[in-house]
């Protein structure tokens, strides 16, 4: 997920973020140049320690505070209704019970706050998301946990959030690996 390509996406997402910000899954720290003065600080949740280790190098040049967190997103070691945006980026497609994450992304939610995304997942062409049912399972076994054939609109939804935008697109590559769920939703 580090290609340029990549970048005006992350950018997008970012950009809408304010407030007290915490981002699920924040890796090795790619989006921490994009932060900016609509952000008053930043919590990164991230349940692998080499990832956070990566991160952590990073945190002294970001633009705003910024603290780690070891964790997992089916259990947000945050109080309830303390922050303002929660930001995904290609992220919900490797946690392993998405359901309960975004339960509990709703529940630190503020009331009013934003949940940001851009993800990738199930493809509306039948014949494609045939293909990503049939190559979920190996994917995912070999791609870190990452599944191909997640309808992110539909769990966003169905997990008590309101969307309020959404865009679908398509990156180059491979029709079952590259269509796009941007956009934002509020706890309903």
Known sequence: ??????VPYRSRVIGAAEGR???????SGLNFPLYGTAITSVVGLE???ELLRMAATRVPSAAVPISLLDASA???PLETASIDTV?????????PDTPRALAEMRRVLRPGGALLFVEHGRAPESEVA???DRLDPLWSRIAGGCHLNRQIDRLIADSGFRIESLVNARLPGPRTHTYL???SARPA
């Open 181 to 183: 769920y941007q956009g």
């Open 1 to 6: 997920m580090r290609q340029s390509s990549l």
């Open 87 to 95: 930001i995904t980026t290609w992220t919900l497609c490797t946690i």
């Open 21 to 27: 910000v915490l981002e699920i899954g924040i890796g």
């Open 47 to 49: 349940p692998s320690s």
């Open 130 to 132: 045939r293909w990503q």
């Open 74 to 76: 089916e259990s947000i």
